[in-house]
């Protein structure tokens, strides 16, 4: 089953101008459910421009984006976050830094609902949450009534991590989701990511910068380079992969 398919995208910035830059050059790729791809490329190779088109932040110039059998191309990020969730390079992005451990877990698990965060201080939510907390090893399940401000950013990304996963999207992006954190604490994260990956079974998208994560994590690697896809490795071709073989395609 396909949970996306990207037809051909084409995207250009500042058109018609001396710093005209074709970014995005006919890409085209699809996504099975279950897929937990590694994308690298050079700085400047498309990587972002790629996961913003498809996140809805940047809407492509031609192409199609097809989510879970829907046409999202001209979709908002509202609509989009229907089926899809997104973990940033900022710990600071993916959560409410005022609102506590537990008000950002309700209003991650609400979703897109409407609702009232008086009820988050029933018991049995706050025991669920706890044990969700504890399963990821950082100790958040001991700052339920902690503003999530005070947090190390290894905690609030895993706290990040968590929410995103939490309405159990049909496509997870992660946008070098450990990039902002030390090399112990990034992997930390990752160890986490792969396990609520592995668990819920989520098809999931990872922009990463290192070619040891995108070496170790997810059944396939893509790499960009100037705008288009010159690598899509997968299953036994993917485990057998070496650094080497990657700084020989960068070239």
């Known amino acids: 089953m396909e949970?996306?398919?990207?037809k051909h995208l084409q995207k250009v910035f500042f058109p018609g101008t001396n710093n005209e830059r074709h970014v995005l050059k006919n890409i085209n790729l699809k996504i099975n459910d279950g897929d937990f791809i590694s994308v690298i490329g050079n700085n400047g190779a498309g990587k972002s421009t790629l996961l913003n088109t498809i996140a809805g932040n940047l809407h492509v110039d031609a192409g199609e984006i097809d989510l879970v059998d829907h046409d999202v191309t001209k979709k908002s990020i509202a609509y989009r976050a229907r089926w899809m969730s997104r973990v940033f390079q900022d710990?600071?992005?993916?959560?409410?830094?005022d609102l506590t451990v537990l008000q950002n877990l309700v209003l991650a698990q609400?979703?897109?609902?409407?609702?009232?965060?008086?009820?988050?201080?029933k018991k049995t939510d706050r025991k669920s949450f706890s044990q969700l907390l504890k399963a990821l090893n950082m100790g958040l399940e001991n700052f339920l009534d902690t503003q999530v401000k005070y947090l190390s950013g290894g905690q609030r990304q895993a706290l990040s991590l968590l929410m995103a996963t939490l309405s159990k999207p049909k496509l997870l992006l992660l946008d070098e989701h450990t990039a902002a954190l030390d090399p112990k604490t990034?992997?930390?994260?990752?160890?986490i990511t792969e396990k609520i990956?592995?668990?819920?079974?989520?098809t999931t998208m990872?922009?990463?910068?290192?070619?040891?994560d995108a070496l170790k994590y997810g059944n396939r690697l893509i790499m960009v380079q100037d705008g288009q896809i010159k690598l899509d490795i997968s299953?036994?071709?993917?485990?057998?992969?070496?650094?080497?073989?990657?700084l020989k395609a960068f070239k």
Not at 3 to 6: G, I, K, Y
Not at 91 to 97: E, F, I, N, S
Not at 235 to 246: H, I, M, N
């Open 3 to 6: 949970v996306l398919q990207l």
């Open 91 to 97: 710990p600071k992005t993916g959560t409410a830094g």
């Open 110 to 121: 609400s979703h897109t609902q409407t609702i009232s965060l008086h009820w988050y201080q």
């Open 186 to 191: 990034s992997q930390e994260v990752m160890t």
């Open 197 to 202: 990956v592995q668990e819920q079974h989520l």
């Open 206 to 212: 990872m922009i990463t910068h290192k070619m040891s």
């Open 235 to 246: 299953g036994k071709q993917k485990a057998t992969l070496k650094k080497e073989d990657l």
